[in-house]
């Protein structure tokens, strides 16, 4: 059974930083991409951004580009969000996922249960 555990989501002010984790377990995390993706209230889920399995390409959504950082720590089987200068629109709940490399979420097999991030103006 793969499990994926998200952390670190909370009330933030605009300009604010937070820091999101993600731990796998029961998973061959080192050979899977990581990813984030977010939905807020009313809308669809959208891609934040993903990381190979060896960590050498990333790929961010314009909204988040030079703000977020996707990072991952192998020998923890952990994945982090780094989400700085936060805005009132990145408000949303964020869900990491495991496996291709992709923009789209139907390419990923295992997902979290979601944290949530408001950021307050």
């Known amino acids: 059974q793969v499990q994926l555990v998200e952390s670190g989501g909370g009330l933030v002010q605009v300009g604010g930083s937070l820091r999101l984790s993600c731990a796998a377990s029961?998973?061959?995390?080192?050979?899977?991409?990581m990813a984030w993706f977010r939905q807020a209230p009313g809308k669809e889920r959208e891609f934040v951004a993903t990381l190979s399995w060896s960590g050498s390409s990333t790929f961010y959504a314009d909204s988040v580009k030079g703000r977020f950082t996707i990072s991952r720590d192998n020998a923890k089987n952990t994945v982090y969000l780094q989400m700085n200068s936060l805005k009132p629109e990145d408000t949303a709940v964020y869900y990491c996922a495991a496996g291709d490399y992709s923009l789209r979420g139907e390419k990923y097999d295992y997902w979290g249960q979601g944290t949530q991030v408001t950021v307050s103006s």
């Open positions: 029961g998973h061959t995390f080192s050979s899977s991409a």
